[in-house]
T-cell receptor, first 113, second 111 residues
Framework: KAGVTQTPRYLIKTRGQQVTLSCSPI?????VSWYQQTPGQGLQFLFE???????NKGNFPGRFSGRQFSNSRSEMNVSTLELGDSALYLC????????????FGQGTRLTVV | DQQVKQNSPSLSVQEGRISILNCDYT??????FLWYKKYPAEGPTFLIS?????DKNEDGRFTVFLNKSAKHLSLHIVPSQPGDSAVYFC??????????FGKGTSLLVTP
């Protein structure tokens, strides 16, 4: 079965712009999480959605937002981009919020110039 | 506040030998632990997991050990192969909450 699909793979934006990233989870998975990876910081949790509701949120400013649709697809939006937002943004899907494995997409590499 | 810590940023091991990657955690509510492997420009790939009710889980060349009293887990790779060279992330979660990741350990397996 198809894995987690993230689009686009690469993106270059200018400071002050906004960006929307998309994630399609594995079929049947209802939980989608977003992570930011920067050098030396590991994977930092942004937020998690389950059944179209945000269930958990990490320690990121309000410029970072997301949503989940009825088909479990999720989008993440970053407004007023800053240079420090340049990172690999990873989406992960899992069956549920409880103890199950999360499966990652290949990520979207965002560069802010 | 880093609840999952991987204190060794890098590790180098000879092919055929054992690789031991370590991870410590601070939150005693964590009850599920996972290891992920990541190659550059790709998303992390799930490797192996362990529930807090167990102290060992084995899958082929990979074994994860959990010491709850010490809040410590480790991943053993035996024998190590050059294709195992990657960044390994330790992660932990408790029911209803998101995965917490360590910063990763870069493993290099030399021929």
């Amino acid at each position: 079965k198809a894995g987690v699909t993230q689009t686009p793979r690469y993106l270059i934006k200018t400071r002050g712009q906004q960006v929307t990233l998309s994630c399609s989870p594995i079929s049947g998975h209802r939980s989608v999480s977003w992570y930011q990876q920067t050098p030396g910081q590991g994977l930092q949790f942004l937020f998690e959605y389950f059944s179209e509701t945000q269930r958990n949120k990490g320690n990121f400013p309000g410029r970072f937002s997301g949503r989940q649709f009825s088909n479990s697809r999720s989008e993440m939006n970053v407004s007023t981009l800053e240079l420090g937002d340049s990172a690999l943004y990873l989406c992960a899907s899992s069956l549920a919020l409880t103890n199950t494995e999360a499966f990652f997409g290949q990520g979207t590499r965002l560069t802010v110039v | 506040d880093q609840q999952v810590k991987q204190n060794s940023p890098s590790l180098s091991v000879q092919e055929g030998r054992i690789s031991i990657l370590n991870c410590d955690y601070t939150n005693s509510m964590f009850d599920y632990f996972l290891w992920y492997k990541k190659y550059p420009a790709e998303g992390p790939t799930f490797l192996i997991s362990i529930s807090s009710i167990k102290d060992k889980n084995e899958d082929g060349r990979f074994t994860v050990f959990l010491n709850k009293s010490a809040k410590h887990l480790s991943l053993h790779i035996v024998p190590s192969q050059p294709g195992d060279s990657a960044v390994y992330f330790c992660a932990a979660r408790y029911s209803g909450y998101a995965l917490n990741f360590g910063k990763g350990t870069s493993l290099l397996v030399t021929p």
